[in-house]
């Protein structure tokens, strides 16, 4: 088994129940929550921020059930920086095998102007919320809320501060999608080298995708010295999202020649859940999303689908079969060409000569100008009408 000591496992820390279910409109009821768990669990995922207990009685009572139920996963709740969040969070995890708590506060600018503390002041509170936490649970992680918009200096301090009161995870948000990732990677780096005791935690990174970029700059942090990616699935999360789980997952696993990195993730499991996501928070996966859109592995054209047909590897560069699928889709539209006719006819049970095909190839685009996709009763229709059928 990996542990978190390999200095090449990247953690893999889902989000869904907590930063996911705060996308408007994405609520999910208890049992949808213990389902997703299940499926998070049951797929490898290292660790579980089920939800922020101190937020309602439901949150509080989906992390309990879930800290209860799982079975490999750790399992997180979400806390503010002051006692009472912490402690009904550790009262929320309490039953999980592997508790953790993670707290947090806003330390750029902006957002230490809105409890209005004074930079020592919140230096002191950091302190007491971590040391606190600690008491009450082994494993803690702390989030500098805002981290890529704060001063330099002042990070260094809070990080340093957050680690001596106990903290055994750091993580980085870039709460508002604002970095970009040479800067990514580089702030995950010279954090590493400058915090003094910055060896003994890891480091995590929290996307978020309001300028596209939450995975190219996930991916980034790791490189930069990030063990421990934030990920929900389906990229779900506030305003344009968090980084996807799936995205990450399965770069690091295809171009693992240049991020020689693996996490715990059974791949084969993400397009399952994929679809219950989308099916309980109600956010339909559009068609051309990376990895799980119902476009991610379709070919329509006749070249690709004649390339494809050849050599999958000539349009492809994971396997279907890696996600989940089944496998390739052809879908026939007006693009399409012979080679996908014939092999749809095949896979219907038509072997037909070249000029029966060329007659139905020609009713077929004329089909195809009209129609968006055509689907095999179409084209059992057309192989009617063309032998005197009805
Ligand atoms: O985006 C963010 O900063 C968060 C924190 C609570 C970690 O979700
Ligand atoms: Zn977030």
Known sequence: MTTATDKDRVLIFDTTLRDGEQSPGATMTHDEKLEIAELLDDMGVDIIEAGFPIASEGDFRAVSEIAERSKNSTICGLARANFKDIDRCAEAVRKSARPRIHTFIGTSPLHRAIPNLSMDEMAEKIHDTVTHARNLVDNVQWSPMDATRTEWDYLC??????????????????????????????????????VPGADDVIFATHCHNDLGMATANALAAVAGGARQIECTINGLGE????????????????????????????????????????????????????????????????????????????????????????????????????????????QLGYEIGDNQLKDLFVRFKELADRKKEVFDDDIVALMRVGEGGE
């Open 157 to 194: 301090r809070v990080i340093e501060i957050a680690i001596k009161a106990g903290a055994t995870t750091i993580n980085i948000p870039d709460t508002v999608g604002y970095t970009a990732p040479v800067e990514s990677a580089d702030l995950i780096k010279r954090l590493i080298e400058t």
């Open 239 to 346: 305003r344009a999202g968090n980084t996807a789980l799936e995205e990450v997952v399965m770069a690091l696993k295809v171009r693992n020649d240049i991020m020689p990195f693996h996490t715990g993730i059974d791949t084969q499991k993400i397009m399952h859940i994929s679809r219950r996501v989308s099916t309980v928070s109600g956010f339909v996966v559009q068609p051309n999303k990376a990895i799980v859109g119902k476009n991610a592995f379709a070919h329509e054209s006749g070249i690709h689908q004649d390339g494809m047909l050849k050599n999958k590897e000539t349009f492809e560069i994971m396997r279907p079969e890696d996600v989940g699928l089944s496998g390739t889709s052809l879908p026939l539209g007006k693009h399409s060409g012979r080679a996908a006719l014939r092999d749809k006819l095949a």
